[in-house]
């Protein structure tokens, strides 16, 4: 879906299309060198990150292995608790697995910081974390990306597999969700 498409509902457009092949392509480059002979295990945390984990995947050039989680954070729908619950875990055990974490954003860092924990604590050997965006005036704790596509202000975006009550998903490119739309 385009800018055309959705009108007002996108105030500022963030990342284009371009722009996120792009800096995808550029990641995929960092994650082929550092992971070459690692037999990587990409997280994806659904269902944000479906994009992000298509388009990097296939700018890859090395093997690697796909697996999914769904979490949730407890709490009011727009405000992350940091109390995280697994709707959806792993297909397969992870132990002295090296496990990318793919991730659509870092907004506080609260859902990050506990799955993080959650996967170490199974006993994989190396956790990292792969986000194409990060807000951080908006961090409550520090997560460490090893990855990030774009630093971005605390604004509420959509798109590129981040919605707003499920809608937005399927824009094309990543933009601030207009204000009138939620308040
Ligand atoms: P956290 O605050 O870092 O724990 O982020 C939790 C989740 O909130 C993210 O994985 C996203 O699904 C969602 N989220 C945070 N900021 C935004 C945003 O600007 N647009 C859409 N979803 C968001
Ligand atoms: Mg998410």
Redesign the pocket.
């Known amino acids: 879906m385009d800018l055309a498409s959705v009108g007002t509902d996108v105030e500022r457009v963030i990342a284009t299309e371009e722009e996120l092949k792009s800096r995808v392509a550029e990641l995929a480059a960092q994650v082929d060198a550092d992971y070459k002979d690692k037999n990587v295990l990409l997280v994806g ?1 659904l269902k ?1 990150a479906i994009m992000a984990m298509a388009d990097l995947t296939r700018a890859m050039q090395i093997h690697m292995e796909m697996d999914w989680m769904a979490v949730s ?1 407890y709490g009011s729908g727009t405000k ?1 608790s ?1 109390v995280v619950r697994i709707l959806k875990d792993l297909d397969r055990d992870i132990t002295g697995r090296n496990v990318l974490i793919v ?10 910081s506990w799955l993080r924990e959650n996967l170490l604590s199974r006993g994989a050997a190396d956790v990292q974390i792969l986000t194409i ?1 990060r ?1 951080p005036e ?1 961090a ?1 704790v520090e ?1 460490e990306c090893k990855y990030v596509g774009f630093d971005i202000p605390k ?4 798109g590129y597999g ?3 009550d499920e809608k937005y998903r399927n824009l094309s490119f990543i933009g601030v ?1 207009a204000k009138h739309m939620y308040e």
């Not at 659509?104 to 859902?111: E, M, N, R």
């Not at 604004?155 to 959509?158: G, K, L, P």
């Open positions: 945390v944000g954070s992350s940091g991730e659509d954003i870092v907004d506080t860092g609260l859902t990050l965006l807000k908006a409550k997560v604004d509420f975006v959509v981040l919605d707003f969700l």
